[in-house]
């Protein structure tokens, strides 16, 4: 295997000049089976996990932490897109200090329209906390929702949302944190909020939903 690390003008390197190169994660999996043996029925339980090799397993079986890899993917939103969405009212700050992806807040904002998602659309792929408690938000506009596909928190409490708002968490992929607090969600909603499984935290007090529903659902 030393022949993939050679330089790429190397006569001897592997894969040859012309061919699809491996990336970086995929030498290192390739030197780490080499020293675990070359086993063909070993676990990677069984094998040795210290030094880089735990990062690369999580990073090649798609187990990595998102906003790790997002951070790789994603350059900052723009400053002038950052104003426009101020001026729209609303707050919008980095999940951490120089992180691309971003936490939006239009808690309180009734005057919220499909303008504004069309807004944040530009750069929906890098909200990942969306805060629309005590908003505007209702069924109609929550079909904008699937602009946001990385959203991890989605907060809309004490909103007119309904059940047909739930079925929209379906292009949510990576949801954990749901708040329908006060809202008019109903016992049907439970059953897709079942069939959503990342999510780990659902806040859905004081709705129309039957405290028998909820037993079950809890159970």
């Known amino acids: 295997t030393s022949r993939i690390h050679l330089n790429l003008d190397d006569k001897l390197h592997m894969p040859p000049k012309n061919k699809n190169q491996l990336q970086a994660d995929e030498k290192t999996l390739l030197d780490w089976w080499i020293k675990g043996g070359y086993c063909e029925n070993c676990s990677v339980a069984s094998l040795s996990l210290e030094g880089p090799i735990t990062e690369v397993l999580k990073r090649l079986t798609g187990n990595e932490d998102p906003l790790k890899r997002w951070r790789r993917e994603y350059d900052p939103a723009p400053e002038k897109w950052l104003a426009q969405v101020r001026d729209r009212g609303f707050k ?3 999940v951490s200090s120089n992180h691309p992806m971003l ?9 919220l329209s499909s303008s504004d998602f069309k807004l944040l659309k530009k750069y929906g792929d890098q909200i990942v906390e969306l805060d629309l408690a005590q908003s505007g938000m209702n069924d109609e506009l929550a079909t904008h929702l699937s602009d946001f596909p990385n959203l991890l928190t989605l907060d809309v409490a004490q909103t007119a949302i309904g059940d047909k708002a739930v079925s929209k968490l379906s292009t949510l992929p990576f949801l954990k944190a749901f708040n329908a ?7 049907a909603a439970l059953s897709e909020l079942q069939n959503r499984p990342s999510l780990e935290a659902l806040y859905l007090a004081q709705t129309e939903i039957k405290e ?3 037993a079950a659902f809890n159970k």
Not at 103 to 111: D, L, M, R, T, Y
Not at 181 to 187: D, E, F, N, Q, V
């Open 103 to 111: 936490i939006v807040s239009a808690k309180g904002v009734k005057q």
């Open 181 to 187: 607090y006060g809202t008019k969600l109903t016992g």
């Open 212 to 214: 028998t529903d909820m």
């Open 92 to 94: 919008v700050t980095p």
